[in-house]
């Protein structure tokens, strides 16, 4: 395979699992050295470590058990970041943490504003958060890319979903102010929409075999979005060639969307 991310990293937040572990195979798989940080309790470490050591190249890369969402916690994260990149800079920013309330409005235990402000900032604000750390430590490269994964339910209601589709609506608007305001940096910021995906994270969602279902009836392909697909465009992202790309909100559903 080509190594052309040979000489650049990536900094992954939320990649043991899932889309973010998916892009972590494919651009390691093509030399770009990786900082991942995750959040993980000891009964799925062991299972974590192993995924890890499948990554190409998996001593090169740094691998970091932490809570990303806590904003105490940045700094520290950040001197962690700088020891390992060793005067080098970052090339991707990746935020594919998934942290967020999956409740009703209505019930028994419904929503409250506190399960809304948790998920928004987990999901939307950390985001932020991140990136003005790396640069104001000066830790981004440029060109650079910043990337992060978007839902249909942005939009489009669920329930149980109002969270975290409130979080992806922060997510969007963020980004696309980043793109804005960064852009003189050399710095892109685009969304990446999957379609449904059978990851972790899905399964926690109560509808999950219904969306499932219903994921596979509206899909002109027939087919549920892999988070393969994802990591390829996120390595297409990463090519010189998409330079240009910026403030967008990209899917990669097969078309799902369409119906």
Request: aromatic content about 8%; glycine content about 6%.
């Amino acid at each position: 395979m080509v190594k052309d991310l040979d000489n650049k990293y990536g900094l992954i937040l939320g990649g043991s699992s899932g889309l973010g572990y998916a892009t972590a195979i494919k651009c390691a798989q093509h030399g770009m050295k990786l900082i991942i940080i995750y959040r993980s309790g000891r009964a799925q470490q062991d299972v974590i470590n192993q995924r890890f050591d499948e990554l190409e190249n998996s001593s090169d890369h740094l691998f970091i058990n932490a809570d990303a969402t806590n904003d105490l916690k940045i700094p520290e994260l950040i001197e962690s970041v700088k020891s390992y990149l060793d005067g080098q800079k970052l090339f991707l920013f990746l935020h594919s943490i998934s942290k967020g309330n999956l409740k009703p409005l209505t019930g028994e235990q419904p929503l409250v504003p506190a399960d809304f402000a948790q998920t928004i900032h987990s999901m939307g604000i950390n985001y932020y958060s991140w990136t003005q750390q790396l640069i104001e430590h000066n830790l981004i490269d440029n060109p650079a890319r910043f990337l992060s994964f978007t839902s249909e339910g942005n939009h489009k209601p669920m329930k149980g979903y109002a969270a975290v589709s409130a979080a992806k609506a922060t997510l969007e608007a963020i980004t696309r102010n980043m793109a804005l305001e960064y852009a003189s940096l050399g710095i892109t910021a685009n969304c990446i929409q999957a379609g449904v995906t059978d990851t972790e994270s899905l399964q926690r969602i109560p509808m999950y075999e219904e969306l499932k279902a219903n994921s596979l009836s509206r899909n002109p392909m027939k087919r549920m979005t892999l988070p393969e697909d994802v990591a390829n465009v996120v390595y297409l992202m990463c090519r010189p060639e998409a330079s240009f790309i910026n403030s967008n909100v990209i899917k990669v559903d097969g078309g799902e969307s369409l119906t």
